[in-house]
């Protein structure tokens, strides 16, 4: 963001027209949709595999057209996602769903005549695989435009990856279904509004 502040008179320009072009092409080439994925120790003395988290560094240009895909995303997000759906979305907090847990297993460990169970999820891997269609069948049933759901149906079915090693590219593949960190929340959210899709389609 730094480069662009300062660099905007000599690369503005050239970045509004390549937003541009891809809203009135409907295509985006591979440089712009190409994302280096780099490995980030968790901890100190990272020695496994799982001790690394990768993150996604994607293309400037890409971002900017995936915020304005967002951002009017943003205009129908409360009426589609239900209320009790609290992970990034504006206004709510994830802090209520914490304390509502702690609640209702205060008195847990007491003797009672009704029997009560707790069962923990480990949800650190739920959003590694998304299928495409499945997102798409949600846009279609929400009745958005066609256009609106090539867009972003360009932005994460062409996806092209490297690895970040030892200061290195290495390797270049294509996507499969699933989203890589970066891509927007609203898609995963929309997707996580099953109860909407099943009563829209159903």
């Not at 968790?42 to 304005?68: G, H, M, W």
Request: negative net charge; charged residues 25%.
């Amino acid at each position: 963001m730094e480069f662009y502040t300062s660099s905007w008179e000599l690369v503005g320009n050239d970045l509004i027209a390549a937003v541009k072009e891809f809203f009135t092409s409907g295509k985006m080439i591979r440089q712009v949709n190409t994302t280096a994925i780099s490995l980030i120790p968790q901890i100190t003395s990272a020695e496994k595999l799982e001790d690394y988290r990768p993150i996604s560094c994607c293309n400037t240009i890409f971002k900017v057209i995936s915020c304005i895909l967002a951002k009017r995303l943003k205009f129908f997000i409360d009426d589609v996602v239900q209320i009790n759906q609290i992970g990034f979305i504006h206004g709510r907090l994830l802090c209520e769903d914490v304390l509502l847990a702690s609640e209702l297993v205060v008195d847990f460990n007491k003797d009672g005549e009704t029997r009560r169970g707790c069962i923990q999820i480990d949800l650190a891997k739920a959003y590694d695989n998304l299928y495409w269609r499945y997102l798409l069948n949600i846009l279609r049933a929400l009745e958005l435009p066609d256009r609106f759901i090539r867009w972003i149906n360009e932005c994460f079915s062409t996806v092209w990856y490297s690895i970040a090693l030892n200061g290195k590219l290495v390797g270049f593949f294509s996507s499969k279904e699933g989203f890589e960190a970066g891509r927007s929340d609203f898609f995963f959210i929309v997707c996580d509004s099953d109860g909407y899709f099943c009563k829209t389609v159903g």
